[in-house]
């Protein structure tokens, strides 16, 4: 069943009211990984009864009635992905799939250094960004190796999944590789635009938004192909400028500001 208009609403509340929203490969036969069994378990201890929201990442949905739970003693004694054996569920009212909202939304910025990224990451996802995008620009001071980009890339998915469960988001969001700023333009999608002082307004066209290093754009960066969005007369951090961005595109998207 397909749901949109009116109805996503009263789907929005029902969301809302679950214990907890979990993400599964399969709806039909559903498990959970070891990390959301750790926090279904011992973090939220949910009673026979409790009603938690199931997805697939990808816009289908159904709640659940758990119908029994491992016992305390169990679970000390269990590895993590055998506490799936006492854990069973009932479907409630069958699988809804929502449709994705229109258009995509897509903000690449320069790589910060520290944990700032994960911010980034994770607010983007709650506002509701489908393409996150870290940016290798010349000013750019982290430089990771492939070992090390794999496990970060891990990392951010897993901070994704978690900011989806929380904002009750049903579309995990794209966390794509770290990439240059040439490669990134070669094959952005329509509407790109940069985020630069003394840009326009942002106007509905705009469907993504590139933010820079702190130190500025280097001159050549600045490709005059592309519009310039501005964001006030401030100097703004890489974290503080890209979760600004999607805040923006976001509430352009819903219709909740008016735009250019």
């Not at 009932?90 to 229109?102: K, M, N």
């Not at 750019?140 to 999944?161: P, Q, S, Y």
């Not at 840009?199 to 600045?222: A, C, F, I, K, Q």
């Amino acid at each position: 069943m397909t749901q949109s208009g009116d109805a996503r609403h009263l789907l929005d509340e029902r969301l809302r009211r679950v214990d907890a929203l979990f993400f599964v490969d399969e709806l039909a036969a559903p498990r959970l990984c070891d990390d959301d069994l750790h926090h279904l378990l011992s973090v939220l201890r949910p009673r026979v009864g409790s009603v938690i929201g199931l997805s697939d990442g990808n816009g289908s949905w159904c709640t659940e009635r758990i119908t029994a739970l491992p016992t305390r003693q169990r679970r000390s004694s269990m590895r993590p992905s055998d506490t799936a054996q006492g854990l069973e569920f009932a479907q409630l009212d069958g699988v809804v799939t929502q449709t994705r909202e229109d258009p995509e939304l897509t903000v690449a910025f320069a790589m910060p250094k520290g944990d700032r990224m994960d911010l980034i990451v994770q607010k983007l996802t709650e506002i509701g960004i489908d393409n996150i995008v870290p940016l290798i620009t010349k000013r750019t001071v982290v430089r990771l190796d492939e070992r090390e980009g794999t496990r970060r890339r891990d990392r951010l998915n897993k901070i994704a999944r978690e900011a989806c469960s929380q904002a009750r988001r049903l579309f995990l969001p794209a966390i794509h590789e770290p990439q240059s700023l040439e490669q990134f333009l070669r094959g952005a999608p329509i509407g790109i635009a940069f985020a630069e002082p003394g840009g326009s307004s942002l106007g509905s066209e705009v469907r993504g938004l590139v933010v820079g290093p702190e130190g500025g754009w280097e001159p050549d960066e600045l490709s005059g192909e592309f519009p310039k969005v501005g964001f006030g007369s401030t100097v703004l951090r890489v974290e503080t400028a890209a979760i600004a961005a999607g805040a923006l595109l976001s509430a352009v998207r819903a219709n909740v500001v008016q735009h250019g």
